[in-house]
């Protein structure tokens, strides 16, 4: 499949060649030979929700907006019917203002933080598990078929792993489609921007699945649920907590997607094998990733 035809399907795809979110850097080789590579860039971007500072994010830099909104949204600090009222960035003073229609205060929210797995070390706020009592997420079927194609649309995909690696990345789809595909150093970073395209262009969540190329842990699985996206999916691997409460939830959860393999841990009821394995073509080397086994 030809690189113009996979891009075709993608409402945001990653701009590997986009300013300010790689650098150039020089160094040597195992024979000692120079070598310029691109490294991603790193940076700070604080939160401010109304006149409050909420958190200070290392982050590539795109899509500052959605970043906000969705961290605020999967933080609980963003309620169900809340009027955004704007969403203000000032790139010099690498900030970002969400402001509402009512005043807020998470002082004491903010004072219980939880550092999670995430490799650029994310922050989340309160209780872990708030939101999640009770909720059993939309039973949605899953065709094996879609994420077969899905795997290789988005292995496909110029991106910003593919140049520099170092970076995580997160894809919003829909049946055999990627929608929205986001990078960021921390795998919640690339969540987060994906809840918050969500929320500003007011997308439905109950025939979505979510894609991640990091680790299945808790921290996923609960932003995932709280997105009330019902399918999680990965190349990497599963943590235990992770799998308890994507049981839990009913979210259907598969992971270590490998060429022609992969792994259900949640919802395997849910599965439609619609396609024989034998018939999937075999992964090509130059688009595999890291070993599922471990995964990052």
């Known amino acids: 499949m030809a690189v113009e035809d996979i891009l075709s399907d993608y409402l945001i795809a990653p701009d590997p060649k986009a300013a300010r979110l790689t650098r150039a850097v020089m160094g040597h080789d195992h024979e000692g030979q120079s070598v310029e590579i691109s490294v991603v860039e790193e940076r700070p971007l604080t939160i401010f929700l109304n006149g409050q500072e909420i958190v200070t994010a290392m982050t590539i830099g795109d899509y500052p907006d959605y970043l906000a909104l969705g961290f605020l949204r999967n933080q609980g600090m963003l309620r169900d019917g809340e009027t955004v009222t704007g969403v203000d960035y000032d790139e010099d003073l690498e900030t970002v203002v969400v402001r509402t229609d009512g005043q807020t205060t998470y002082e004491e929210k903010l004072k ?29 079927s899953v065709r094996t078929s879609d994420l077969y194609q899905l795997a290789s649309k988005i292995n496909r995909t110029p991106s910003l792993y593919l140049e520099a690696g170092a970076i995580h990345g997160t894809v919003l789809c829909q049946g055999a489609r990627p929608l929205v595909y ?10 987060d921007k994906i809840a918050g395209w969500m929320l500003s ?19 996923m699985v609960i932003k995932t649920a709280l997105m009330g996206i019902p399918v999680l999916a990965s190349r990497s691997g599963f943590t235990a907590w992770g799998v308890e409460i994507a049981r839990e939830v009913g979210l259907t959860l598969i992971g270590r997607m490998r060429g022609k393999r992969f792994v259900c841990l949640s919802g395997e ?27 990052t």
């Open 112 to 140: 219980k933080k939880t550092r999670t797995s995430g490799c650029a070390v994310g922050t989340v706020f309160g209780d872990m598990m708030e939101g999640l009592e009770g909720m059993v997420l939309p039973q949605v």
């Open 182 to 191: 986001m990078e960021d150093v921390g795998r919640h970073n690339a969540v």
């Open 201 to 219: 262009e007011g997308v439905s969540a109950e025939d979505k699945l979510l894609y991640t190329t990091g680790r299945l842990t808790s921290e």
């Open 269 to 295: 009821e849910r599965l439609d094998r619609d396609v024989n394995p034998a018939d999937v073509p075999d992964e090509d080397k130059k688009h595999r990733r890291k070993s599922a086994g471990g995964g």
